[in-house]
Nanobody, 115 residues
């Protein structure tokens, strides 16, 4: 069993910064992929950023150059640094981890970008 827990969501002003953290724990470790998806109201879930154990990162087009993903392999944690946020970044952000073809999701954390 795997438990995925996010933290760090909240209210941030446009142009501001916010950091999201996620920790995966349980009977499985050394996840091959860790990252973030988001879902805005009435929209489908979209990939924000993913990172492999080797450090290769992939970003969604809308966040490139503004968000940075990093991970600590020893702790199975992943962090999303969000800079220059925009109102369209408002969404529930979900942490995602995967190993051996099996994916695991967190419950989500709300990010609201508003003045």
């Amino acid at each position: 069993q795997v438990h995925v827990a996010e933290s760090g969501g909240g209210l941030v002003q446009p142009g501001g910064s916010l950091s999201l953290s996620c920790a995966a724990s349980g009977t499985i470790s050394r996840f091959s992929v860790m990252g973030w998806y988001r879902q805005a109201p009435q929209k489908s879930r979209e990939m924000v950023a993913l990172i492999s154990r080797g450090g290769s990162a992939e970003y969604g087009e809308s966040v490139k150059g503004r968000f940075t993903i990093s991970r600590d392999n020893a702790k199975d944690t992943v962090v999303l640094e969000m800079n220059n946020v925009k109102p369209e970044d408002t969404a529930v952000y979900y942490c995602y981890t995967a190993k051996d073809g099996q994916g695991y999701w967190g419950q989500g954390t709300q990010v609201l970008v508003s003045a």
